[in-house]
């Protein structure tokens, strides 16, 4: 294998900086509510899920059984962010040199987006952009690094096509990428001579091999993960501008206001000088997913800013180039990289204070429950709660949030479920029909009992009185839980997701 070389160390001391302040905020701070769903969703393992295509749930479902449901399943997602970064830096370093690289390597792994959620978190973000890492790096030097030979031509199509397949495998987005792509080609004259050859093809049936998981267990559950997905983007009534201003501040604060502004002007600047092939290359990825997901608002559902998050992970290479040719004094972009690496620091060790102790946002006029650091709240005290002893057969909830956090709570010897009509990825779990006739407990929101009653009498004989318990954060309340005895199951569980897509 060939040596790093020495120029290499700058982008290796960030790495591995960057590695060991993820290794010690992931240890710091709780599983979130996706989290705790996808760890406890993935106990089952399956051809895909509800939610997303099936990578991070089969990655976490190894990762748990041999590491646990805590602090080690992490460890393969920070690793792999560690090993996209490596080739995000190889990417920039080949189409813009070294300085652009190394500030748009540093960039990315200190923008908070990037650093918490794509580089530490159990979420599909991270296989996501590894994969598109992977085949954008292949597809760089087949276009625009230096003319390959035959050999090179089919092994970097190859690998182009096992990038994306992960990617696809990943989330269902990484098809914005290959629109991007389809768009380079075509804005690229140069380029289409390319698709005369039969390594793109052979590309091209890889990833869709790779991705046929996704479309068996669709097909087979009547098309529900992609109908839910697809519905977030339906049209509404009217237009909703108001929406749109959210989203966009909301990805401000994912990359925060200091990186926002020169990856804003990283684009405009590719945009004018799109005349040069590496930029329009690059432009083609960004764009697609941040102009289709910053405007899906104005006439969908809320937005969530983290959909635009892969456009702008190919901005920061863009970003770099233009740091680049401005010629900052290297003193600098020391000083540059010293307050955003501060920034960060304390915007992590609030959250993580917030997150174990509850006292800073106590200095806040908030009310009450709207911690979002909640989150990240441990619900283990609920294990010790009188009606859970000794631990029941099943435990039903209302709510598919709450689901995952009961269930890391109890361990994966006590199977949860959820009755509602929103029961996401629970109505797919490990069958439960041998519970039938047995006796389990539901949990509820102490406001929510009523309601949570009447949606579980169907299934049930007869229900006892609800028992309360409060869950403590450094010994004040944090969450208020509702316990209620359940007798004699009567149908089988997971219930079926409601309507046409039945499971």
Known sequence: MRRIERDDRPAIAIIAGFLAARLAFAYALGPGIDESYTLAIARTLNLSYFDHPPLHQWIVHFAARSLGEGFGARLPFIALFAATGWIYYKLALELFGARAAIVALFAMNAAPFFFASAGTWIVPDGPLLFGLALAVLALARLFLVSPPDEASIWRLWIVAGVGLGLAGLSKYSAALSVVGLVAFVLLAPRRRRQLAHPAPYAAAAVALA????????????????????????????????????????????????????????????????????????????????????????????????????????????????????????????????????????????????????????????????????????????????AALQPAPAYVLSTHWSDAGKIALALGPNVPVFVISDDPRGWAYVADGAGLLGRDGVLVARPAEVPSARAAAAPSVKEMGDPQFCTLTRNGAPAVEIALIPLHGLTRRLPVPYPGPHGG
């Open 210 to 385: 790779m991705i046929a998981p996704v479309v068996l267990w669709n097909a087979r559950h009547g098309w529900v993960s992609l109908g839910f997905q697809g519905a977030r983007g339906a049209p509404g009534g009217g237009l909703r501008p108001l929406q749109v201003l959210v989203m966009a501040l909301g990805e401000v604060a994912y990359l925060s206001p200091w990186f926002f502004a020169p990856l804003l002007i990283g684009l405009a600047e590719a945009c004018r000088k799109r005349r040069d092939e590496r930029r329009l290359f690059l432009l083609c990825l960004a764009l697609p997913p941040i102009v289709l997901f910053t405007l899906t608002p104005l006439w969908g559902a809320r937005g969530l800013p983290h959909w635009t998050m892969p456009g702008w992970f190919f901005a920061f290479a863009l970003m770099g180039a233009w740091v680049d040719g401005r010629a900052a004094a290297d003193r600098t972009l020391r000083r540059w990289a010293i307050v955003s690496s501060g920034l960060l620091a304390a915007l992590a060790a609030i959250v993580v204070l917030q997150a174990s102790t509850g006292w800073p946002l106590r200095l806040l006029p908030l009310r009450p429950g709207t911690d979002p650091t909640l989150e990240a709240f441990d619900w283990g005290e609920l294990r010790d709660a």
